[in-house]
């Protein structure tokens, strides 16, 4: 999972180095949406998965500071509100903060996850705040939302229009 993890960020530092910042701000993605944004949204759910690791390496309960109230990341119910409330957070942010943030962000991610020894990565039920399952589920889950929810789709797109 590491290497898979590993293998994900260099492909967004890849992806990111190939374009300019006027591609990169520039909202023209399907969802009217730029790559920026993108990365921000990336960003501001990656802070969640960084916290549960820690929590995890403390032994303690996860604390997600700065969510707004009334909103419940953990519900599907509130996926939508929650990142029309990533996007206006972070919309007004210069691209180099935000590739800042979520580079920083990722590099701490692994080194965290790098921290925490294989038999609790795996153990199920092991951090009761993770409902049954395994702490790996969190990196599981950064994979797949890097990837197959953000990375695939931008580059069909950016094959299909060209760039």
């Known amino acids: ?17 190939s374009l300019s910042e006027k591609q990169i701000i520039a909202p023209k993605l399907p969802s009217d949406l730029s790559i920026k944004d993108v990365i921000a949204h990336l ?10 690791l820690e929590a995890a390496l403390q032994n303690r309960e996860p604390a997600f500071p700065g969510w707004p109230e009334g909103l419940d990341p ?7 509100r929650v990142n029309a409330w ?5 919309q007004d942010k ?20 790098e921290a925490i020894p294989e038999k609790d990565l795996l153990e199920a039920g092991k ?3 993770m409902e049954g399952g395994a702490l790996a589920l969190v990196l599981w889950g950064a994979y797949d939302h890097h990837h197959e929810e953000h990375l695939e789709p931008l580059l069909a797109w950016l094959h299909a229009s060209k760039r």
């Open 94 to 113: 210069p691209w180099p903060s935000v590739y800042r943030d979520w580079r920083e962000g990722f590099l701490q991610f692994m080194e965290l996850a």
């Open 127 to 129: 951090y009761p705040w």
């Open 43 to 52: 960003w501001l759910w990656q802070q969640r998965s960084i916290e549960r």
């Open 74 to 80: 953990e519900s599907e119910d509130d996926v939508d």
């Open 1 to 17: 999972m590491l290497t898979m993890l590993k293998n994900e960020f260099t492909l967004w530092e890849e992806l990111l180095a």
């Open 86 to 90: 990533i996007h206006a957070t972070c």
